[in-house]
């Protein structure tokens, strides 16, 4: 048994599971953030209302997300070891101030968050949501920044078989990074969106009676929707520009033929979703548009799709690289029998095939059940319920 094409399927596989979990992360923090805010400056019940449930949804999501992301960190360190000796010098920077962002400070100020609902003073807990926001998009940035550099490792010299780092500023200008970054934001934002509108839609599927909430949850995630899809079509495109001067071949190569195609299938197909979600705006069609209901309920696994889709076409393309014109992948899987990377694959397969159904589960659980009552008083966290 060869190893190198089990290592990398395991590989492709607990990456893009977590991937998924953190598209929605982004996304949903973000409307959390913007939900609290609104509240925070108009002082409407409802508002607030909207701010713990979708935030309970968020936060069922970041924890079961946190344990796929130390799985993957464990695999540079087991199945990848001649990635670390020979750009660990570079590759491990951006990775272990991620850490420090998203494990330390991140969760800090999460943890805040949820246990400060009716204990602090409103603006310190706006400001904590905001900082939870801030802290997770810097996460990306570092993960995006190290893997831009997998994909052009600009900035760095090789010196005695191993790559050092010349140029700390370059990874934050490298081509790869300035047109990927914000494509991986503005699907965040649409993943985030969909998932709202999908959500209020199935419940006025249901004739929910929280009309009210549910409105104001659709109107929000529609705009997020239609912003978010403008701009990953925007930018998926802006990529290949950039590609041209860093891989020129890799639009070309027959292993992204059916993943790119894919993708910008799906990038137009959420983009006229999002046209057709504007309809929901106005008042009377919010509650009356069944079939735009069914619609966006059955719109929600799109933006995972086409995420998946998109990573692909980024990784594939690298191949047979892994660090670009430095590092094959073939040199760079840790000396370990092929039997035994077949046993960590299952085995984190199977995990995370727990973890996403237990995310699944527990979010449609939360989702089905809806808003927490009027009347339960205000101090009541974030967490309850769960």
Do not use: C
């Given at each position: 048994m060869d190893?190198?094409?089990?290592?990398?399927?395991?590989f492709a596989t607990t990456t893009s599971l977590h991937f998924l979990f953190v598209l929605l992360t982004l996304g949903l923090v973000t409307l959390v953030a913007v939900m609290q805010t609104r509240w925070a400056l108009g002082g409407k019940p409802e508002?607030?209302?909207?701010?713990?449930?979708?935030?309970?949804?968020?936060?069922?999501?970041?924890?079961?997300?946190?344990?796929?992301?130390?799985?993957?960190?464990?695999?540079?360190?087991?199945?990848?070891?001649?990635?670390?000796?020979?750009?660990?010098?570079?590759?491990?920077?951006?990775?272990?101030?991620?850490?420090?962002?998203?494990?330390?400070?991140?969760?800090?100020?999460?943890?805040?968050w949820i246990f400060g609902f009716g204990r602090m003073p409103e603006w310190l807990h706006l400001t904590l949501i905001w900082l939870v926001t801030l802290t997770a998009y810097a996460s990306a940035l570092f993960i995006m920044l190290a893997?831009?550099?997998?994909?052009?490792?600009?900035?760095?010299?090789?010196?005695?078989?191993?790559?050092?780092?010349?140029?700390?500023?370059?990874?934050?200008?490298?081509?790869?990074?300035?047109?990927?970054l914000p494509h991986v934001v503005s699907a965040a934002i649409l993943t985030g969106g969909f998932f709202v509108v999908g959500v209020s839609a199935y419940h006025f599927l249901k004739r929910t009676p929280e009309v009210e909430f549910f409105r104001r949850s659709m109107r929000l995630g529609v705009?997020?929707?239609?912003?978010?899809?403008?701009?990953?079509?925007?930018?998926?495109?802006?990529?290949?520009?950039?590609?041209?001067?860093?891989?020129?071949?890799?639009?070309?190569?027959?292993?992204?033929g059916a993943p790119l195609g894919a993708m910008i299938t799906l990038g137009f197909v959420m983009f006229l979703c999002a046209i057709l979600g504007t309809?929901?705006?106005?008042?009377?069609?919010?509650t009356k548009a069944r079939f735009l209901?069914?619609?966006?309920?059955?719109?929600?696994?799109?933006p995972f799709a086409a995420a998946i889709m998109g990573w692909l076409v980024r990784e594939l393309g690298r191949q047979p690289w892994?660090?670009?014109g430095k590092l094959r992948t073939a040199d760079a899987i840790a000396d370990v029998p092929a039997g035994q990377i077949l046993f960590s694959f299952i085995a984190f397969s199977l995990l995370f095939a727990a973890l996403a159904v237990a995310?699944?589960?527990?979010?449609?659980?939360?989702?089905?059940?809806?808003?927490?009552?009027?009347?339960?008083?205000?101090?009541r966290p974030v967490l309850s319920g769960v």
């Open positions: 190893a190198l094409p089990v290592a990398r399927l395991q508002l607030l209302r909207m701010t713990r449930f979708w935030g309970r949804l968020y936060v069922i999501n970041y924890a079961l997300g946190i344990v796929t992301g130390i799985v993957m960190e464990f695999q540079f360190g087991l199945t990848w070891t001649g990635l670390s000796t020979f750009a660990g010098d570079v590759f491990g920077a951006p990775l272990a101030i991620e850490t420090l962002v998203a494990f330390f400070l991140e969760s800090t100020f999460l943890g805040l893997n831009s550099f997998l994909q052009n490792p600009v900035g760095s010299r090789i010196e005695n078989g191993t790559l050092h780092l010349d140029d700390f500023g370059a990874l934050f200008s490298n081509p790869a990074l300035v047109a990927s705009v997020a929707a239609l912003i978010g899809s403008i701009f990953v079509v925007n930018q998926g495109f802006a990529q290949f520009g950039k590609l041209k001067a860093y891989q020129p071949d890799k639009l070309q190569e027959t292993a992204v309809l929901l705006l106005f008042r009377n069609w919010v209901h069914y619609l966006m309920v059955a719109a929600i696994p799109l892994l660090v670009w995310d699944w589960v527990l979010m449609a659980r939360v989702a089905k059940r809806g808003p927490e009552p009027v009347e339960e008083p205000a101090e």
